[in-house]
T-cell receptor, first 113, second 111 residues
Framework: DVKVTQSSRYLVKRTGEKVFLECVQD?????MFWYRQDPGLGLRLIYF???????EKGDIPEGYSVSREKKERFSLILESASTNQTSMYLC????????????FGAGTRLSVL | GEDVEQSLFLSVREGDSSVINCTYT??????LYWYKQEPGAGLQLLTY?????DMKQDQRLTVLLNKKDKHLSLRIADTQTGDSAIYFC???????????FGTGTRLKVLA
């Protein structure tokens, strides 16, 4: 079974704090993704990575950065958290070939106060 | 740009069939997917269909694809209370790493 593990289910942070969200996958997938999910807006792509140290901006990268130092781990960083970054964050991974199925982690619900 | 649209809510009675609809705009997409999200959880893949297929059946789930109208549907037979969740359709753009998700349809199953 593919496993995508997000380090925290719930996080509460204060405005201005630096926040790290961690994601680890165990299937040797090349691609990893970070989405945020907000009611009525579906999933919006923040960043994705197709290889170690490689990253591409998604639709809403502002206020976020990412790090992929190892193939299995993809980190999302909020340099200075703001209240409008309160959201559900979902990590996903996939192979580049085949059916390109994305596998998701359980999500991290982040509240910025 | 590419867009995927779904209705927001659907309510059915237990034992009835549910049909969740989705329209998409990218005519070159290869795979289309249906995901289920239960409260407080991530997305779980239910099924997928390749764009050269019209139909795929997997136990209680039937996916129908109308490429001409760019319409995708998910039928759940004999809907159970455990099927209550949000259902997302998604497409993958050809030649990119990008997936486009709909806003999700919240299915409520009434006992």
């Amino acid at each position: 079974d593919v496993k995508v593990t997000q380090s925290s289910r719930y996080l509460v942070k204060r405005t201005g704090e630096k926040v790290f969200l961690e994601c680890v996958q165990d299937m040797d997938h090349e691609n990893m993704f970070w989405y945020r999910q907000d009611p009525g807006l579906g999933l919006r792509l923040i960043y994705f990575s197709y290889d170690v140290k490689m990253k591409e901006k998604g639709d809403i990268p502002e206020g976020y950065s990412v790090s992929r130092e190892k193939k299995e781990r993809f980190s999302l960083i909020l340099e200075s958290a703001s209240t409008n970054q309160t959201s559900m964050y979902l990590c996903a991974s996939s192979f580049s070939g085949g059916q390109n199925i994305q596998y998701f982690g359980a999500g991290t619900r982040l509240s910025v106060l | 740009g590419e867009d995927v649209e779904q209705s927001l809510f659907l309510s059915v009675r237990e034992g009835d069939s549910s049909v969740i609809n989705c329209t998409y705009t990218d005519s070159s997409s290869t795979y289309l997917y249906w995901y289920k999200q239960e409260p407080g959880a991530g997305l779980q893949l239910l099924t997928y269909i390749f764009s050269n297929m019209d139909m795929k059946q997997d136990q209680r789930l039937t996916v129908l694809l109308n490429k001409k109208d760019k319409h995708l549907s998910l039928r759940i037979a004999d809907t159970q209370t455990g099927d209550s969740a949000i259902y997302f359709c998604a497409e993958k753009e050809v030649g990119t790493y990008k997936y486009i998700f709909g806003t999700g349809t919240r299915l409520k199953v009434l006992a």
